[in-house]
């Protein structure tokens, strides 16, 4: 089993910043690779990047690119999504996923708000 928790999340102004990260914890030395997804009210889940474990392949939705960067540090197990050039189309929960070889995991979510 692996275990994940988001932080980062909070309320900022349009055009402004912000950096999620996910910690994982457990069964972490199987794990093959990380995902952002988020989800806005009403909306289905979406998925935002994806970063290969090894850090050798990342993946973008296109409402991101160049927005977004995801990356991941091995010695703390976490994952980070950097997020500039904030939208008020970015409000959503963002949840945290990753997958080893046996199953994926998800995160609770943490709250990103923009405001126009």
């Known amino acids: 089993q692996v275990q994940l928790v988001e932080s980062g999340g909070g309320l900022v102004q349009a055009g402004g910043s912000l950096r999620l990260a996910c910690a994982a914890s457990?069964?972490?030395?199987?794990?093959?690779?990380a995902s952002w997804y988020r989800q806005a009210p009403g909306k289905e889940r979406e998925f935002v990047a994806l970063?290969?474990?090894?850090?050798?392949?990342?993946s973008y939705a296109e409402s991101v690119k160049g927005r977004f960067t995801i990356s991941r540090d091995t010695g703390r197990n976490t994952v980070y999504l950097q997020m500039n050039s904030l939208t008020p189309e970015d409000t959503a929960i963002y949840y945290c996923?990753?997958?080893?070889?046996?199953?994926?995991?998800w995160g609770q979510g943490t709250q990103v708000t923009v405001s126009s």
């Open positions: 996923a990753v997958a080893d070889s046996q199953s994926g995991y």
């Open positions: 970063i290969l474990w090894s850090g050798s392949f990342t």
């Open positions: 457990g069964r972490t030395f199987n794990i093959r690779s």
